[in-house]
C-alpha cells in the first residue's frame, strides 16, 4: 500500500511538473475594483482593461478582520496560505523568528525553483536564494542578497520612515557615489529624465510634490526588470505601495461629497486626481510587466485587500501625527540605553528592549501615558515576544496647552504635547477594506473570467499549483481551478 501511494504520489508530481508555469506576481498593495472599474469604463486604464478581458479577474475578500486589517498581516496571509493565529504576523518589522510558517518565495527555494523577491513586504531579511533577495522598504537595514545590490535598499530606505541614514550617508559625496552605483544597477535614461522633469515641476510648484511618491516603482522597475532579465527566476515578486499611499491621503480630495468634512477648492484642485494619477502609474508598469513575461509565465496582480473612503463624525477626521523624536521618548521612559526604537508608519513605531522586564516596565509605561487627563491615554502598546508595536492613540482632543503625562515618573513631570508630537498635516481620508484584486493572465489561464467567491488564503495554493509544486497541507485555502482554461486542466488531469 505504501508502495503504491508512492507511485501515485511521484505521478501526481510527474503531472505537476510537466504543466509548471513561471510565476510573476505584481504586488499592487490596495488596489480595489471600485476605482479599476470605473477607470477601466472612462477608458483611462487599457493595461488593466486588457488584462480583465484576456485573464481570470476575481475579488479576493481578506480573512483577516478589523482591528487585524493591515498590510503587513494580510500579505502575510496571502503570502503563507495561512490565517494569523498560524503566521503570528501582527505588525510591521517584527523579529523575523517569530514568522510562524513560510511565504511562498520560501516553499518555491527549498524545491529548487530560482526565487526573486523584490519589496515583499515583511520579507527582512534577505536569505540567500537562487536569483536575487531585495526586502521591503520598511526593512530596518539596507541588506539585500546578493550585497552588490545593497544601493537600491540605500535609495529606498532613504525616502522611507524606517530609517535615517547616518549623517556620512547624506552628504553629496555619498550620493553622487549612490547615483554611479544605481546607473550600474540598470536605472534608465528616461527614468532619470522622469526625475528630472519632476524636480523642474517642484521648482515652479511646491505643490506638485505629491507626484513625487509614483517615481519610487518606476526607479525600482528599472532595477527589477534588470534583475528578472538576468536571473528569469520561476517565482518572482514586485510590490509598490504608491497607489495605497494616494488613496489613504487623498480620497476626500477626489469625492469630497462623501465626507462630512469640508473640503477646500484648493485640497480639490491640487489632490482631486492624485489617485487617478497612482492608478495611472500602476497601468503603465503592468504594461512594462508584459513585455518582461515569456510564454511559460503567468502575470498575477493582486492586493491582499483594498481600501474605501474612510468616512469619520469626527470633526478633523483622522488627523495623522507623529512623534517627534523616538530617542528623546525613550529617555522619558528612562530606557534609552535598554531599548532601540524605529518608526514604521507615520504614527507607529516598534521598541525593541533588551529583556523581557524592560519589555514589561516599557509597555505598562506607555499604556498608564496620558495627554490631559486619564480617559485620553496617549498611545496603543500590543507585544509579541520581546517587541513592542505603539501607536499614537487618534481622535484625542489635544490644545496649545495640552501636556502629557507619565504616571511612572516620580517626580510629577510632564511635557507640552507639541514637544512631543506634531501634527503632519494630513488626514487620512482612505482605510482599509476586506475586498482585495486579482488578475491572472498568461497561459492556462480563461479569457474574461471571473471567480465569484475567494479569499487570500486561496492565492498561494493557486500560485503554488500554476508553479508545479504540491500544496503543503497546513494552507487553508483552495485551488482556484475554475480560472484555469480547459487546456490547463486537462494538462492537470493527464
Not at 26 to 54: H, S, Y
Not at 128 to 151: C, K, W
Not at 447 to 467: K, Q, R
Request: one cysteine or more.
Amino acid at each position: 500500500m505504501f508502495l503504491r501511494n508512492g507511485r501515485v504520489l511521484n505521478r501526481a508530481m510527474t503531472r505537476m511538473q510537466k504543466i509548471r508555469k513561471k510565476i510573476l506576481l505584481m504586488e499592487l498593495n490596495e488596489i480595489t475594483w471600485d476605482l479599476i472599474d470605473p477607470m477601466i469604463e472612462q477608458g483611462k486604464l487599457p493595461t488593466f482593461a486588457r488584462l480583465k478581458r484576456e485573464g481570470t479577474w476575481a475579488a479576493p475578500m481578506s480573512v483577516d478582520l478589523p482591528p487585524q486589517l493591515d498590510p503587513w498581516i494580510t500579505w502575510t496571509t496571502l503570502y503563507t496560505g495561512r490565517p494569523q493565529q498560524d503566521h503570528n504576523i501582527f505588525f510591521l518589522q517584527q523579529p523575523p523568528e517569530t514568522i510562524g510558517a513560510q511565504r511562498i518565495w520560501e516553499i518555491c527555494h527549498d524545491q529548487g525553483l530560482r526565487v526573486g523577491v523584490y519589496g515583499s513586504l515583511c520579507s527582512w531579511p534577505p536569505t540567500p536564494v537562487n536569483g536575487y533577495y531585495v526586502p521591503d522598504t520598511f526593512a530596518p537595514d539596507a541588506a539585500t542578497y546578493p550585497e552588490s545590490l545593497r544601493a537600491i535598499q540605500e535609495l529606498n530606505l532613504t525616502y522611507t520612515r524606517s530609517i535615517r541614514l547616518p549623517a556620512d550617508q547624506d552628504g553629496l559625496w555619498f550620493k553622487a557615489q549612490l547615483g554611479a552605483k544605481l546607473l550600474r544597477l540598470g536605472l534608465r535614461a528616461d527614468t532619470i529624465t522622469r526625475i528630472v522633469r519632476q524636480l523642474a515641476r517642484e521648482r515652479n510648484d511646491s505643490e506638485a510634490r505629491w507626484q513625487r511618491v509614483a517615481l519610487q516603482p518606476f526607479v525600482n522597475f528599472d532595477f527589477f526588470s534588470r534583475l528578472y532579465r538576468r536571473h528569469q527566476p520561476d517565482f518572482a515578486s514586485f510590490h509598490t505601495n504608491h497607489v495605497a499611499h494616494y488613496q489613504h491621503s487623498y480620497w476626500k480630495a477626489m469625492q469630497p461629497e462623501l465626507f462630512e468634512q469640508e473640503t477646500t477648492n484648493h485640497e480639490m484642485r491640487i489632490f482631486g486626481r492624485a489617485i487617478e494619477h497612482g492608478y495611472h502609474t500602476a497601468d503603465e508598469l503592468l504594461k512594462r510587466m508584459l513585455g518582461l513575461i515569456d510564454d511559460n509565465t503567468v502575470l498575477v496582480v493582486a492586493s491582499s485587500m483594498g481600501q474605501k473612503p474612510f468616512i469619520s463624525e469626527h470633526k478633523d477626521g483622522k488627523v495623522v501625527s507623529q512623534v517627534r523624536s523616538l530617542d528623546h521618548l525613550l529617555k522619558i521612559l528612562g530606557v534609552e540605553d535598554r531599548a532601540r526604537a524605529l518608526a514604521t508608519m507615520s504614527d507607529q513605531f516598534n521598541i525593541y528592549p533588551d529583556t523581557i522586564a524592560e519589555r514589561d516596565f516599557i509597555t505598562d509605561a506607555l499604556k498608564a501615558a496620558y495627554i490631559d487627563s486619564p480617559d485620553q491615554p496617549m498611545f496603543y502598546a500590543y507585544t509579541v515576544e520581546n517587541c513592542i508595536t505603539v501607536n499614537l492613540t487618534p481622535y484625542i482632543e489635544v490644545s496649545e496647552t495640552s501636556r502629557c503625562y507619565f504616571p511612572h515618573l516620580s517626580n510629577g513631570k510632564s511635557f507640552p504635547y507639541e514637544d512631543l508630537v506634531y501634527n503632519t498635516g494630513k488626514v487620512k481620508s482612505g482605510c482599509h477594506d476586506q475586498k482585495g484584486t486579482m488578475l491572472l493572465y498568461g497561459p492556462g489561464i480563461k479569457h474574461g473570467a471571473h471567480v465569484t467567491a475567494s479569499n487570500n488564503l486561496d492565492v498561494a495554493p493557486t500560485l503554488l499549483t500554476l508553479l508545479g509544486l504540491a500544496v503543503p497541507m497546513e494552507m487553508k485555502g483552495r485551488v482556484l481551478a475554475e480560472a484555469f482554461s480547459e487546456e490547463g486542466a486537462l494538462q492537470m488531469a493527464s
